[in-house]
Structures are given as structure tokens and as C-alpha cells.
């Protein structure tokens, strides 16, 4: 069933409409599960995991024990122009959790959504990287709420399990505000900004299926799941540039590099000459690698979950 979440007329003579499909199981009362999406209007992962997450349980309606709670674009607007923030205003929406009732616009859109929100059992915030580097499969957790969220995040058939992932889970997040609120929350991170990879949706969608298993929430069958790499195992190196150019990667994303691989090498396309080698100085898992190919000095190239062993 569509529900309106909440409106409002915006003084650049446009309306926010933020709706929600909600999916009733056979016992609607037992538990609720939300997938949000759409707080970033240049990160389209998310979409895709709401269709199939949607399209999957209304094969098998009869298998759902519960309530899901798909929210696809929490920021119509920027979805709709692939804008990072809400268009014209330059807001970044979650940087305005929880909100505020009586507040500005963008103030009360986020305090509606909070208050739809409160009260669910779990939720998922899904985004993807940046249009510049691209992310594998991942699960970022504040260690303020580990102990409640790791045995959760461990099932979601992510590739890594990120704790405090400070960018993404620190106060005025959607996610930070929710668990404050007592709501288990999660970010799931996928993928490069505005594409879709269908591979890592189905593999994060296949996560969510064994989390509902676990809530008891969906008695369908569901397919193997992966064990991810732990951050708390490891520590994450960050590689940056130290010249302006064209990075060129020679190593995949997803794998594991020792320390002293080539990670690529900076170019001048106008001097036909190699301006700095990357080099690994830590051994350990790639999980974000550059996209974008221009770079400037300081531009993340790469981060290196070191410390750990292929497994």
C-alpha cells in the first residue's frame, strides 16, 4: 500500500512528497522491518534493492510475517536532478536528524520521517559512494551501538562490516538519530554514485532476506550467505594522492593486496610522463578504489582495510 510520509510546498515553487510502500504480511503486528533510500540524490543503488525487495516478497506474499517498510527517495528533489544535497537549497538532509517539528522545511521533512520511522525493529539505510570512488558491499556501524548491531550486520551478505565509519554514522545522520531513538539501525554502502550495480543490490538484497529470516520475520528459503570482513580485526589505511593528474589503477577492487603491490600510478596526459607510483605499505582488503580518474593533490585514491589475511 502507497502512504504519503509527508508534504510540503517549498519556496522555490516546487512540492516535496515523500511516500512509503508499506508490505503487510500475514501478521502485521509481529515485526517491521524499514529500508530507506534516497537521502542523497547522486546514489541510486538503493533504488533497485526497493524494487527487488518488493518485487521478491510479492511473489511470495503468503511467506512474510510481518511488515516492511520501503521508503525508495527521501530527497524526491535530488533524485531527480542526481543532486548529493536538496537542489537549490544546497542542504545536505542528513546532516538534519532528527529534525524538528516546528523547524524550517527541510527541519520538519526530517522529523517526519523520524517519526514515521520510530517504533520499527530495524532499519536500513542504503547509499552508495560518491561519483568518485566506488564501494564493495558494506555494512557501517557506529561502535557507540556495536554490541546491539553486529550480530545484525554480520547477515547481511556484505563483503565488510566498517565500524565507526565516521562520515556516515555520526550525529545528525538518520541512522545515529534512530538508534538513539532505540531503533536498530544500520548504513548499508554499495557500489559508485549515480549507477546501479545489480550485483551487489542482489547481494545486499539476499542479506536483507536472511536478517528477516533471523527476526522472524519471512519463512521463504533463502540463498548462502557470506561472512564479511570485520574492521575491528584490522585498521582502515587510507590512500591519497600527492600530485595533481590521471590516476590510473592496476589493481581490482574486492582484493586482497600485500604490502609493496603497485596500486596504480598518477600521469600527465600533456607530459606523456609517470608523476607518482601508488605503492601498498600495508597488506590487507581493497575496499574502496578510485573511479574517477582526475585527481588532485589529497584526493583519495584508496582505503585498505590492513591487518588481515585473504580468507
Not at 525508495?72 to 538534519?96: F, Q, S, Y
Not at 532528527?98 to 520511522?117: F, H
Not at 538519530?177 to 554499495?190: H, K, Q, W
Not at 587510507?238 to 596500486?263: E, W
Request: aromatic residues 6%; contains cysteine; glycine residues 10%.
Amino acid at each position: 500500500m502507497i502512504e504519503e510520509v509527508f508534504s510540503i510546498e517549498l519556496p522555490v515553487g516546487e512540492r516535496l512528497v515523500i511516500n512509503k510502500n508499506r508490505i503487510e504480511g500475514k501478521d502485521p503486528r509481529n515485526k517491521r522491518i524499514a529500508i530507506v533510500t534516497g537521502i542523497h540524490g547522486d546514489e541510486f543503488e538503493g533504488q533497485y534493492i526497493c524494487y527487488e525487495m518488493t518485487r521478491r516478497i510479492m511473489e511470495e506474499p503468503d511467506k512474510l510475517s510481518g511488515t516492511v517498510d520501503i521508503y525508495p527517495a527521501l530527497n524526491p528533489l535530488g533524485l531527480d536532478n542526481a543532486d548529493h544535497k536538496i537542489p537549490k537549497l544546497g542542504l545536505d538532509l542528513n546532516r538534519m536528524f532528527p529534525g524538528k517539528k516546528n523547524g524550517t522545511a527541510m527541519e520538519r521533512v526530517a522529523a517526519a520521517i523520524v517519526e514515521d520511522l520510530s517504533g520499527a525493529d530495524m532499519c536500513l539505510d542504503v547509499h552508495a559512494g560518491d561519483i568518485f570512488v566506488k564501494e564493495i558491499p558494506q555494512v557501517r556501524v557506529s561502535e557507540q551501538f556495536a554490541d546491539r548491531l553486529l550480530p545484525y550486520a554480520k547477515l547481511l551478505n556484505a563483503d565488510m562490516v566498517w565500524m565507526n565509519a565516521t562520515a556516515t554514522v555520526h550525529e545528525s545522520t538518520l541512522t545515529y538519530s534512530m538508534n538513539m531513538l532505540g531503533v536498530p539501525s544500520m548504513v548499508v554502502e554499495m557500489g559508485v554514485g549515480t549507477r546501479i550495480d545489480r550485483n551487489y543490490g542482489s547481494q545486499i538484497v539476499e542479506g536483507i532476506f536472511h536478517l528477516m529470516k533471523e527476526l522472524e520475520m519471512w519463512e521463504g528459503s533463502v540463498g548462502e550467505s557470506r561472512y564479511p570482513a570485520i574492521s575491528t580485526d584490522g585498521e582502515v589505511d587510507f590512500i591519497r594522492s600527492n600530485t595533481t593528474g590521471v590516476f590510473l589503477p592496476v589493481i581490482a577492487h574486492n582484493h586482497y593486496v600485500s604490502k609493496g603491490d603497485r596500486l596504480g600510478e598518477i600521469v600527465s596526459p600533456l607530459e606523456g610522463k609517470v608523476l607518482e607510483e601508488i605503492v601498498v605499505k600495508k597488506s590487507g582488503l581493497v575496499f574502496t578504489l578510485r573511479e574517477y580518474p582526475f585527481v588532485r593533490e589529497g584526493s583519495l585514491l584508496a582505503r585498505i582495510l590492513a591487518g588481515i589475511g585473504e580468507k
